[in-house]
Every structure is written in structure tokens, then in C-alpha cells.
Nanobody, 123 residues
């Protein structure tokens, strides 16, 4: 059974940093795509970053480029999202997700989801 467990959220002041982790288990191969999404109250879930399972290419939505960094450590079966330069508008529940196949930030195409971790940025 595939399982993703997200952690690392918290309360931080504007300009601060957090590192989110996504511990994965149950995958038969490690070439799955990792995506990070977030959902703020009253808003749709937004795909903010993804990392290819094959060549480790990455992509980011414009609002987080230069501030957030996605990565993974296959030896630890863990993916990360480093959040730097946090802004109040980054406040949301953050989710990690995984899929095989093409890499993108389309939530409906992801098969496996973690439970979400709250990030709150005080201004």
C-alpha cells in the first residue's frame, strides 16, 4: 500500500523559512513524480511544484519561483519542499502527492496524496 506522510509545517514570521517533508512508502520503483500542492481557505488547490521521476527536472508556479525548492532523497524515500522568503499569502495547507508517468502540477492527475501540513505565515 502506497502511503505519503507530510510534515514540517508550522507558524513562521514573514521572511522566514520552513522545510516540508514527505515520507513515501509502498512504491515498487522510485521513478514516480512528486508534486507539492497547497490550498488556502476559500481557494482551489494549487499545484506549486513538481519533480520528475526520471531526470529530476523541476517546475514551479510563478508565485514561488526563486523562493521554494523541491528535492528528494531516494535513499530515505523522502521528498522535500524548502520554503524560503515566506509571505503571508503562502499561508495554506500544503500537500505532497505522487504519480507515475508525465510530470505536471495538475492535481487531478495525481494518484497518491499525503494528509497535508499547515503553514501559517504571520505578517
Amino acid at each position: 500500500e502506497v502511503q505519503l506522510v507530510a510534515s514540517g509545517g508550522g507558524l513562521v514570521q514573514a521572511g522566514g523559512s520552513l522545510r516540508l517533508s514527505c515520507a513515501a512508502s509502498g512504491f515498487t520503483t522510485d521513478d514516480y513524480v512528486i508534486g507539492w500542492f497547497r490550498q488556502a481557505p476559500g481557494k482551489e488547490r494549487e499545484g506549486i511544484s513538481c519533480l520528475s521521476g526520471s531526470d529530476r527536472s523541476t517546475a514551479y508556479t510563478d508565485s514561488v519561483k526563486g523562493r521554494f525548492t523541491i528535492s528528494r532523497d531516494n535513499a530515505k524515500n523522502t521528498a522535500y519542499l524548502q520554503l524560503n522568503g515566506l509571505k503571508h499569502e503562502d499561508t495554506a495547507v500544503y500537500y505532497c502527492a505522487a504519480k507515475y508517468g508525465s510530470w505536471n502540477r495538475v492535481a487531478s492527475e495525481y494518484d497518491y496524496w499525503g494528509q497535508g501540513t499547515q503553514v501559517t505565515v504571520s505578517s
